[in-house]
Each structure stands twice: as structure tokens, then as C-alpha cells.
């Protein structure tokens, strides 16, 4: 009997923007943890190095000094990358970068830095990328629960410093429909585009805030935040060959958040 290692990712080459953060470093966890090479893209060779020191399998992780706001930034990194492992097989479009305020304090400066932190770098990181893949990638990029539904506020009534800000939700949502043009735009060639919305995963200095944190457990049909590691199975999934024929695609991951 021989065993069907599709779901392994032996020798394929992720890009994972961010991959150091919360939810990043869940992302590239789960390429490593399926055999794949993981290259996390950041501004930070400090927190790549912390992530690194807490994983034991860490010879296929690599770091690519990248800003994704900047073009040029993101046009060497690729080209370095590319050099370096002559392919790249997936993407993983999972930084952010903007400012939380509620909408009467947002300026329109703010509101449009928070688009672009959300949805134009998507796009840069995507566009400049095209001439690099190789056929059947895969793209994967991060939306969110709130592209898909609206924040109920009476969760952040005591604590507005979480209150998700207008841009943001706007900014996922689009993102959804990024993930479905460019599903078509790049199917002919066989390559896939998905999309993966995480629900409530508050990161370790929010989840002090006890009250918070069980309103957000409340809203779940599992009744509990998501944890990281929740993230992995479905990432490594859209990476591998038994998501093939699989695109367009919006992937919930929050929980049961959205089902009610």
C-alpha cells in the first residue's frame, strides 16, 4: 500500500508576508510542519529570530527582509527569493498595517493608510509576483470574519481599543472579491487563489482583558477565541495539491462566528 502524500509540501517554496506574527507565525508553522519551505517576509529580523528560536524544525524557514508597502521593496525581495530557490509555489498575503480608531477620531489620511495596509499591498504583492510563479500555485490570501459581517459593537462598549476600525472591515471585504477576480484572471494558467477569514484570535495582550475575551467566546458556536495553531490544517491544505481544484474561495475559520 502506498501512502497518498499529497498533503505534504516536500520541497515546495511559501512565501508567507508577516509570517512571524500572531497569526503568521501559525501560517508558516504549518508549511514547515508539512514538509514545505517556508520564507517569511518582514520588516523585522528580530521577531523572525524569536519565532525561529521557538521552532525545532526550523532548517526550511528563511527570511526575506521585505516592506510591503514599498515596491521596490517587494520587487528584490522577490527577486532574491527566486534566485535563491529558482520557484516559488505559494503565497501567503498575511501582513497588515494601519491604524485602529473609531470612525469620529479617523482622519481621511488614516482611513486610507488602513486600505492600503489591508488591500493595496495585497494587490502590489500579488501583481509583482505573477512573472515568479510556477504553474498549479497557489495564492492564499488573509481576510477576515469582519469582511464578511459587521463588528457587533456591544462587545467593545468598556473596551473601544479593540473595536475594529470601518477601514479595516471595508478592506477584508474587498480582499474577498480581490481573491475571486484574480481566481478567474489566473485559472487558465493553473493557478489558485483562496481566501482564508480567521474569526476572533486575539492576540496574548488582549486576551489579559478576561471580560473581552468571554464576550468574544460567547459569539462562537464552539464557544472558545481561536488559537494559532487552529490556522495550520487549512493553511498547509490551500498550499498542497489536494486543494487543486479548488479556487475563489473564502474559508471561515472563526469558530462558528458567522453561522448564526
Request: charge should be neutral; proline fraction near 4%.
Amino acid at each position: 500500500m502506498t501512502t497518498d502524500k499529497r498533503i505534504g509540501l516536500e520541497d515546495k517554496v511559501a512565501l508567507i508576508t508577516g509570517g512571524y506574527g500572531h497569526l503568521g507565525s501559525a501560517i508558516t508553522k504549518g508549511i514547515l510542519n508539512h514538509g514545505g519551505v517556508a520564507v517569511v517576509l518582514g520588516r523585522s529580523q528580530e521577531k523572525f529570530d524569536e519565532l525561529k528560536s521557538q521552532i525545532s524544525n526550523h532548517k526550511n524557514l528563511y527570511f526575506e527582509n521585505v516592506d510591503v508597502s514599498d515596491l521596490e521593496s517587494v520587487k528584490v525581495a522577490y527577486l532574491n527569493i527566486y534566485k535563491n530557490f529558482n520557484r516559488i509555489d505559494a503565497l501567503f498575503n498575511n501582513a497588515y498595517f494601519g491604524k485602529s480608531e473609531i470612525p469620529e477620531k479617523m482622519s481621511d489620511q488614516d482611513f486610507s493608510i488602513g486600505i492600503e495596509g489591508a488591500l493595496g499591498s495585497v494587490f502590489r504583492c500579488i501583481r509583482e509576483l505573477l512573472p515568479y510563479l510556477n504553474t498549479n500555485a497557489k495564492i492564499i490570501n488573509i481576510s477576515s470574519m469582519y469582511g464578511t459581517i459587521s463588528p457587533d459593537f456591544r462587545i467593545y462598549e468598556n473596551c473601544l481599543e479593540f473595536q475594529s476600525p470601518p477601514n479595516y472591515g471595508a478592506a477584508k471585504a474587498a480582499i474577498q472579491q480581490l481573491t475571486r477576480y484574480f481566481a478567474n484572471y489566473l485559472g487558465p494558467k493553473g493557478i489558485t487563489v483562496n481566501c482564508i477569514s480567521p474569526g476572533p484570535f486575539p492576540n496574548p495582550k488582549v486576551q489579559e482583558n478576561a471580560e473581552f475575551i468571554k464576550h468574544l467566546e460567547n459569539k462562537t458556536a464552539l464557544r472558545r477565541i481561536g488559537r494559532p495553531e487552529d490556522l495550520e490544517g487549512i493553511c498547509a491544505f490551500l498550499a498542497s495539491d489536494f486543494s487543486a481544484y479548488i479556487t475563489g474561495q473564502n474559508f471561515a475559520v472563526d469558530g462558528g462566528w458567522t453561522i448564526s
